[in-house]
T-cell receptor, first 114, second 112 residues
Framework: ETGVTQTPRHLVMGMTNKKSLKCEQHLGHNAMYWYKQSAKKPLELMFVYSLEERVENNSVPSRFSPECPNSSHLFLHLHTLQPEDSALYLCASSHSSAVAGEQYFGPGTRLTVT | QKEVEQNSGPLSVPEGAIASLNCTYS??????FFWYRQYSGKSPELIMSIYSNGDKEDGRFTAQLNKASQYVSLLIRDSQPSDSATYLC????????????FGQGTRLTINP
């Protein structure tokens, strides 16, 4: 595997379900990010992790819960989501959060909440 | 005022012509600037970064930065149909925060 991988690529869940999104980076980077991309809206930063420590929580509802067990893996745990949470969820990584600009994105998880 | 603004398009350009994509940002002290390309159904891919005033060229792509005018642009020379995509402008350092703020993106179509 190379670059940034994400699983699953597609997910349909009901509002009462609990699911998790997984991201893995194979680039030796120290920072990882979760973004949300909705139609006709800019990419929204959700969370930033630097060396497994959360450094940014961009006013995200508590129904989204991130976890970063090591610098290569990032999870986004989902529970009691709303239909408006349907979007493309993108994971990205960079060398460090101090040099946040050159980010490498995974393919994304297309989430549909029914 | 949005922190990073782009014309959402669509911008249509004939094959072989120069495509010009523009972006403005709100915070004069922003530090670094990036262009990402996103094909339909795919994730964003970094294509250019620029850190100081002036032009930076990479192949058919030229990024231009004017910090006094808070303006960054991307020129694509000899446009190809494969350049058809959404181009995202991203700015790092708005309000001193080390994080990227993205514009809405400009959808570019190159017509054969």
């Amino acid at each position: 595997e190379t670059g940034v991988t994400q699983t699953p690529r597609h997910l349909v869940m009901g509002m009462t379900n609990k699911k998790s999104l997984k991201c893995e980076q194979h680039l030796g980077h120290n920072a990882m990010y979760w973004y949300k991309q909705s139609a006709k809206k800019p990419l929204e930063l959700m969370f930033v992790y630097s060396l497994e420590e959360r450094v940014e929580n961009n006013s995200v509802p508590s129904r989204f819960s991130p976890e970063c067990p090591n610098s290569s893996h990032l999870f986004l745990h989902l529970h009691t989501l709303q239909p408006e949470d349907s979007a493309l969820y993108l994971c990205a990584s960079s060398h460090s959060s101090a040099v946040a600009g050159e980010q490498y994105f995974g393919p994304g998880t297309r989430l549909t909440v029914t | 005022q949005k922190e990073v603004e782009q014309n959402s398009g669509p911008l249509s350009v004939p094959e072989g012509a120069i495509a010009s994509l523009n972006c403005t940002y709100s915070d004069r002290v922003s530090q670094s600037f990036f262009w990402y390309r996103q094909y339909s159904g795919k994730s964003p891919e970094l294509i250019m970064s620029i850190y100081s005033n002036g032009d930076k060229e990479d192949g058919r792509f030229t990024a231009q930065l004017n910090k006094a005018s808070q303006y960054v642009s991307l020129l694509i020379r000899d446009s190809q149909p494969s350049d058809s995509a959404t181009y995202l402008c991203a700015v790092n350092g708005i309000q001193g925060a080390q994080k990227l703020v993205f514009g809405q993106g400009t959808r570019l179509t190159i017509n054969p």
